[in-house]
């Protein structure tokens, strides 16, 4: 089964006298938004969150209480927590680094919306909250307060917040909770021990009796001595609605490899709260009651491995309290009081699908689970008269989730695209393309499994295609254009390769691959809780193919001088194991690039030990003698502060093999607040390459530039074209140019995709800059179309045959539009060009003018190019017509290998110069008959293209 993306929760409308109440559903991803349902999970539509939101990523969502006197529909009253998380390390494609809370940072906090979804608000960001906090759960207090409202819990990862008047147009949140550590860790850990407040909130529940105000809360408290630290959880209760707070009596005693505590509780049981303790070791998590009122602990589970979910992935359910349900991974555990029932009982519960993340009973339904895994949302229900449980019913329709981490497509048949997925497989598209309504069919018979980290796809033949999926396990497929069961070739190689995986394939050569590998550089000691321990350093290096992957060889040292052909010592600005000093493992390739107008170019961006990220290239990337190969590498300046991050877009320029196009995240979209800046700083530039000796140190003495100096940019051929552009970030081959233009670039961002020329760039005024979203700007940087959801993009490729960009997106799966239009319909060209010229026409070009010696002049076109009589190119002239559709398909651009040599007037006589194609029309079967100057030719070649200019056969 083909996963859609992580559903993370699942919240019901709750009220026990509207028995329709609960066909109103809302679902969330922490990267792909909110969802809601109105008929009871049949069909889910996105609730706003693509646009209305800073950023689309949901972690938990509750309905206003049906319990109120405002007169308030909670059917279209929604509250949502929303913040910044991408699940893998938001820079380049590789390395082993997870991002594993959700912070509010800047863009995220508390939305609320009173209509559905129309409208978003935002009622509580980081001024009101934390800036690093991260966001757990909302819950309602379902109790109509003093305020005539209903008071709003926050769970966050620095305390817990409560607001009494949520529906105020400001709501009044004070500080966190005063939830301090209790007598039993304090004694357990006395001074120099002190604990941090506020503390780490992991969940909370009220009690679920009528008009309850006691409250039970997961916890874990924080405590250092100054040389040592400690966590303990703890499960806390409050009985006057979270004023004060005492720990839970007799509760289980602290284990030191206790995970994650969470709380849940069942209409059946009105005075009891379940408790599970999610520990690391393997069949050692537990589930109790916890009754209020006889203050005793009763185990309803042992024995249990847990894993995903945080702890969440624990239900209970709605009818009956002894029924309970916890993740097992790629399952969940059913007990039902076993005692009295068969010892098949705990029943392992297959869902279909790996890593369930969130479990619930259904409020109105006896018999009735949902959860929600990497798959979607699920129902199952159970017989009470078989005793069995029914199949898994998929209830996913509307959800589009999928956390694309790689994309590439077939340049020359449009039906491919083929995208790696974290949560998961390797997936493509075999669906015929269509221009509109294209609804393609994903296929995940390319995955054995697993998280989808790498892919890459011939750009001549869509049959071979290169996938990773994690711990970098690589396969190379030959047939991927069948359907079917395909044959593959592992090409999993020692040494290891990194969780993310990366490599490029070169152009012309789909068998010549390049890809990361890990590889162990030597021992060095560090200090661990006073103990001097070995700690070996797996260093970041890059390999070579010339067979697909069936062999392969180092064509780096990075990070052993063993590897380095001159015998030199490993550089001490990349690896930690050079400095010989402390356990640093931040080393890692972000992404490879093989340059499509000379392959032996190759370029890698790359993070030091220090957090330090560079780009460094080699010229000679295909040499036979792979020791040449490792000495070539150069270091390449990047301008701008050296940890803004992964240069996380490359694209190179289509007339000169130095100069490239470098993009990464503005240096200001992680704070200060951004939104005191709407502008982007420092986040895209154009670099000559040509003579690294023109880049000296900022100093200005003469130096060559060294890999931690930054240099002054006046003077040199490094052009920032950041412009216009939003203040927001890049992620992964978030760059693309777009070949038959002038100089047309795409940046795909988490605000859209935005496009620029050499023209726009020459026309941009700073003082002020025009908006880059109004789309009928003429100049500097202009969003691309409409509905691009607000989550990161991850990947962006141009298919030159249907004429579209493609993107794919961490967390909504893969998005297509059309290219960017040329901004007249039509040229009329007369008279004798004295400058270089680049027309570009949405229609049409007609032309007498005259392309003198020297001068090189193009003229693109959507739908024809008409050079009338007197029209000139002159010898020494650089001309060249094309047709290069915006919005349609079809393209007869191809690069010019030589300048005009003679000159070729289009007034040439030419009379008796035939080509005859007959019968015309017909059906596929046609003669073609060509005479030259009245002459039969006796040689030629005959290329036959259809109406998407792709060529379907070639005759000599």
Known sequence: MIGIGPVEFLTFLEDPLDPGASLNMLCGSLNGGLFYSEDGGENWSNSGSDLEWIYAGCKHAVFYPEVTINNIQPKVHWYAATSKYHGKLAGGHGGDNFVQSAPILYDGGIMRTQDGGVNWERIADWTDLDLDAALQKLLFDKKVNYQLANSLFVVTSKGIWKSEDPESSNPDWGS????????????????????????????????????????????????????????????????????????????????????????????????????????????????????????????????????????????????????????????????????????????????????VEDIVGHPQNPNEIWFCDHGGVKKRTFDPIQQSWGPSEDKSNGIGIAEVTYLTSSRNVPDYVVTGLFHDHTVITRTPFAYSNWDPDWDDNISPGGDGTGCMMSADDPNILYTSWQGSKWYRYENATQTGSLSNENITLNPPRPYWGVGAIRIDDPYTLYRSAQVERGITQYTNNGTLTDYTNNEHEVYRSFDGGDSEELISYFGDRNEDPNNRDPD????????????????????????????????????????????????????????????????????????????????????????????????????????????????????????????????????????????????????????????????????????????????????????????????????????????????????????????????????????????????????????????????????????????????TITSTAEVPNAVEVDYRAGEYVHMTSGFHAKAGSDFHAFIHPCDRGGNSFHYKDLEVNEEIPISRDKAGSVLNIYPNPNGGTFTVETIFDGQPTTEATLNVYDLTGRMVHTMR
């Open 572 to 843: 001490p600005t990349l690896c930690s194991y050079a400095t010989g000093t402390s356990k640093r493992n931040a080393e890692m390739i972000g992404s490879i690039y093989s340059s499509p107008l000379n392959p032996d170019h190759l370029y890698i961006s790359y993070r030091n030990w220090d957090w330090r990220y560079r780009m460094h290239r080699t010229t000679m990337a295909n040499d036979p003698d792979a020791q040449l190969v490792k000495a070539s590498w150069e270091w390449l300046p990047i301008p701008g502060n050296q940890k803004s991050g992964f240069v996380n877009g490359v694209a190179f320029d289509r007339d000169d093999e130095n100069v490239i196009y470098l993009a990464r995240s503005s240096t200001t979209a992680t704070g200060p607040d951004p939104s005191t800046d709407p502008l982007a700083n420092e986040m895209v530039f154009r670099m000559d390459y040509s003579d690294l000796s023109l880049y000296v140190d900022i100093n200005n003495n003469g130096n060559l530039l060294q890999p931690n100096d930054q240099f002054n940019r006046d003077g040199l051929p490094c052009q920032d074209i950041t412009m216009n552009l939003p203040n927001t970030f890049i992620h992964g081959d978030g760059l693309e140019y777009e070949k038959g233009t002038d100089g047309g670039i795409y940046i795909a961002t988490q605000f859209g995709v935005y496009f620029t020329n050499n023209q726009r760039i020459a026309d941009f005024n700073p003082t002020p800059p025009v908006d880059a979203d109004d789309q009928n700007n003429t100049s500097g940087w202009v969003r691309v179309g409409d509905g691009f959801p607000h989550v990161p993009p991850s990947g962006m490729e141009i298919n030159y045959i249907a004429n579209r960009i493609r993107v794919g997106t961490y967390g909504r799966g893969t998005w297509e539009h059309n290219l960017q239009c040329p901004e007249t319909d039509n040229f009329s060209e007369v008279g004798v060009y004295s400058n270089n010229e680049f027309f570009e026409a949405r229609n």
């Open 176 to 355: 966190p909770l005063e939830i301090y550590a209790p007598a039993s860790v304090t004694n357990a850990y006395p001074a120099p021990y002190s604990f941090e407040y506020p503390i780490y909130a992991h969940d909370l529940e009220y009690l679920p009796a009528e008009n309850s105000t006691t409250l039970c809360a997961a916890v874990r408290f924080h405590g250092e001595d100054g040389s040592n630290s400690v966590e303990v959880w703890r499960f806390m209760r409050s009985d006057d609605d979270g004023d004060t707070w005492y720990e839970v009596p007799i509760q289980p005693a602290d284990d030191p490899t206790n995970r994650h505590y969470t709380v849940e509780v069942s209409n059946a049981a009105a005075s009891s709260f379940f408790c599970y303790i999610e520990r690391a070791g393997s069949s050692s998590s537990e589930i109790f009651e916890y009754n209020i009122v006889s203050n005793t602990w009763m185990s309803k589970g042992a024995g249990i491995s847990s894993d995903f979910g945080s702890g969440h992935a624990f239900g209970v359910d709605q009818f009956n309290a002894n029924s309970i349900f916890v993740s097992t991974g790629t399952r969940f555990v059913w007990f039902l009081d076993g005692i009295s029932l068969p010892t098949t009982y705990p029943y392992t519960i297959y869902t279909g699908h790996s890593d």
